[in-house]
Each structure stands twice: as structure tokens, then as C-alpha cells.
């Protein structure tokens, strides 16, 4: 059974940076598909960034597009959050998302069967 563990989070100012990190534990194969969600207060949970097995395609929601960088190492089994430019908006509990099938690469947070407890950012102004 696979695992996911996010860290990082934190309280910011608006302006800082933060990087989550995400550990996939258990029986993965490290070619899989990971992502990035996050939800605010109120609001349904939303795409954030997603990266295949290789980490050679990435995609970011419109949002954080040229602010936020994921990456992976998959000799470690991780994902990471590179999040710059922080803004209030950018508050939210954040979630590593695994599809272990690495065939799979999309933003449908109802395809992704491992999910991460996610891990709290929070940016004042």
C-alpha cells in the first residue's frame, strides 16, 4: 500500500517563498504520475501543478503558472512545491496526489487513488 506524506507548510507573507515536499512510501514502482492540489477555505479542492513518471512534462494551473515549480526525485520517492510570489489567494491546504498508473497524466483530482493528509499554507498580506 502506498503512502503519501506532504511537509512544508507554513505561514508566509505575501512576496515569500515555500517549498512543500511529498513522500510516497510503500509499494510504488517511482513511475508513476504525481500532482498537486490545494483547497481554500470554502472552496472545492483545485488543480494546483502536475509532473509525469519522468519528470519531463509538467503543467501548473493558470494561477500559479510562472510562480510555482514542481519537480520529483525519484531515486527518493519524492515530489516537491516550489511556490515563489506568494499571494493571500495562495492560501490553502495543500495535497500530494499519486496515480501510480504512469499512463495517466491529467488534473482530475477524482482519478488520483493516493492521496497525502496535505499540509497547511498560509500567506498574509
Known amino acids: 500500500q502506498v503512502q503519501a506524506v506532504e511537509s512544508g507548510g507554513g505561514l508566509a507573507q505575501a512576496g515569500d517563498s515555500l517549498r512543500l515536499s511529498c513522500v510516497a512510501s510503500g509499494r510504488t514502482s517511482g513511475r508513476d504520475t504525481k500532482a498537486w492540489f490545494r483547497q481554500a477555505p470554502g472552496k472545492e479542492r483545485e488543480f494546483v501543478a502536475s509532473?509525469?513518471?519522468?519528470?519531463?512534462?509538467?503543467t501548473y494551473a493558470d494561477s500559479v503558472k510562472g510562480r510555482f515549480i514542481i519537480s520529483r526525485d525519484n531515486d527518493k520517492g519524492t515530489v516537491h512545491l516550489q511556490m515563489n510570489s506568494l499571494k493571500p489567494e495562495d492560501t490553502a491546504v495543500y495535497y500530494c496526489a499519486v496515480h501510480p498508473n504512469p499512463a495517466y497524466y491529467g488534473n482530475n483530482s477524482n482519478l488520483f487513488p493516493i492521496w497525502g493528509q496535505g499540509t497547511l499554507v498560509t500567506v498574509s498580506s
Open positions: 509532473i509525469n513518471w519522468s519528470g519531463g512534462r509538467t
